[in-house]
C-alpha cells in the first residue's frame, strides 16, 4: 500500500481493490497459526458466530489488551499506514477501526441462500479489509463483488434512508458483472461496503480462513 493515494482513488471507482501481497506468506502462517490458538481459547462471549461449519470470532481494541492470546491484533489498530487509508478514503481524521474479526468457513453440505451470502450492500457503510490466511481458489468461498455498474437506482433510494430487512438485498442477473476473489495466502481485498458484494460459500473440502478488519468514520 506504498502510494495510497493510488488506492485511494481505485477503490472509490470501482469500490473495491484486490491487493495479492498484502502479507506475505510467512506473515499469513504466522497470522494463521495465531487465530487457530485464539479460536481454541477464546471465551463463548467472544463468538460472533460458533457453529460446525463457521466460527467467527468478532473482536474490539479491549479485546485485544485483554486476552494475550490477541495481541498480535495490537498492530492493526495503531498501524498507522492503515490509518491514514482510512482518513484519505473518508476524508475525515475522525476516523476508527470499529472491530476485527477473525473467521473459518467450512462446506455446510447444501446450498445457503441467506444474508451474507446472498448479493447486498450493507445498510451502515464500512471500509473493510479482508486477509486470506490460506490460498482461496474457485470454491473455496472467495468474496464475491458485483461491479459499481450494478449499483442500482433502488440502491441509491435504500442508501438514503434506513433499510428493512432483506431490502438491501440486490439481485444481480449478468453473471460477467461479478467478480469472485480468489488469491494465496496473504490476499487482500479493500471494500466499500456500499458496493454489492456477497461472502462466499465453501463448496470444495477446505476450510477458509480469513481476518476482516471493520473501518468507518467515527460514530
Not at 77 to 106: G, H, N, Q, R
Not at 149 to 157: A, G, I, P
Request: charged share 30%.
Amino acid at each position: 500500500m506504498k502510494n495510497i493515494k493510488n488506492f485511494v482513488e481505485e477503490v472509490k471507482v470501482n469500490g473495491y481493490k484486490k491487493i495479492p501481497d498484502f502479507l506475505t506468506s510467512d506473515e499469513a502462517k504466522e497470522i494463521e497459526a495465531l487465530t487457530l490458538e485464539a479460536f481454541n481459547l477464546a471465551e463463548e462471549s467472544q463468538y460472533h458466530i460458533n457453529e460446525e461449519y463457521s466460527k467467527v470470532l468478532s473482536l474490539n481494541k479491549e479485546d485485544a489488551k485483554n486476552f494475550s492470546y490477541l495481541n498480535f491484533l495490537n498492530e492493526f489498530f495503531v498501524d498507522p499506514m492503515l490509518k491514514d487509508f482510512i482518513k484519505e478514503y473518508f476524508e475525515t481524521e475522525d476516523i476508527e477501526i470499529a472491530k476485527i474479526f477473525l473467521a473459518e468457513s467450512s462446506n455446510t453440505g447444501e446450498e445457503v441462500n441467506v444474508l451474507p451470502y446472498k448479493m447486498h450492500f450493507d445498510k451502515t457503510r464500512y471500509l473493510k479489509f479482508i486477509i486470506y490466511l490460506r490460498d482461496v481458489k474457485k470454491g473455496d468461498g472467495g468474496t464475491t463483488f458485483a461491479k459499481k455498474e450494478w449499483n442500482t437506482k433502488l440502491q441509491e433510494e435504500l442508501l438514503a434512508r434506513d433499510a428493512l430487512k432483506e431490502e438491501n438485498v440486490v439481485e444481480v442477473y449478468d453473471m460477467s458483472a461479478v467478480d469472485e476473489i480468489i488469491g494465496p495466502a496473504g490476499t487482500c481485498t479493500i471494500f466499500d461496503t456500499n458496493i454489492t458484494h456477497k461472502a462466499g460459500q465453501v463448496l470444495g473440502n477446505n476450510k477458509r480462513l480469513v481476518l476482516r478488519i471493520d473501518t468507518r468514520k467515527k460514530v
